[in-house]
């Protein structure tokens, strides 16, 4: 992913576009499933199946407190935001609510990062 980030000059635009993506992430109204990190105690299995798991608030945190001078935040931007839709989809069917709102937001995802960012 770094190559296709702009060259580095752009840093500061680059961390302000990742802020306006993530916000329209959490106001999609598909977003639902994803604001909050998943409670390993309430749902049974996914602790142990999902290796990373990663939320839309866990990314605005790391988001936050991220440096611009550290080109990686870009990239560490866009895996977290594919983990998010990888792990939905690793735990759930595609033809469920949980699954197509995965599909959903990755499809917004893709759209909006290929016109915002490259
Ligand atoms: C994200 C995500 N992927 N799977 C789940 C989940 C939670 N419980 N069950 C049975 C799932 N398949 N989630 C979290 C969904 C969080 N949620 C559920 C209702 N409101 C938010």
């Known amino acids: 992913?770094?190559?296709?980030?702009?060259?580095?000059?752009?840093?500061?635009?680059d961390l302000a576009t990742c802020r306006v993506l993530l916000a329209e992430l959490e106001t999609h109204?598909?977003?639902w499933p994803f604001l909050k990190p998943v409670d390993l105690?309430?749902?049974p299995g996914y602790r142990?199946?999902?290796k990373k798991p990663?939320?839309?608030?866990?990314?605005?945190?790391?988001?936050?407190?991220?440096?611009?001078n550290n080109e990686l935040f870009l990239c560490t931007?866009?895996?977290?935001?594919?983990l998010v839709f990888d792990n939905c989809e690793r735990f759930n069917e595609d033809d469920?609510?949980?699954?197509?709102?995965g599909h959903n937001m990755r499809r917004f995802?893709?759209?909006?990062?290929?016109?915002?960012?490259?």
């Open 1 to 13: 992913c770094a190559k296709k980030a702009k060259p580095h000059k752009d840093d500061k635009k």
């Open 29 to 31: 109204q598909d977003a």
């Open 41 to 43: 105690k309430a749902v």
């Open 48 to 50: 142990k199946v999902i």
């Open 54 to 68: 990663m939320d839309f608030s866990t990314i605005r945190e790391k988001l936050n407190n991220s440096q611009q």
């Open 77 to 82: 931007f866009i895996i977290d935001v594919n």
């Open 96 to 101: 469920s609510e949980i699954g197509r709102a």
């Open 109 to 118: 995802f893709d759209k909006r990062w290929t016109e915002l960012l490259q």
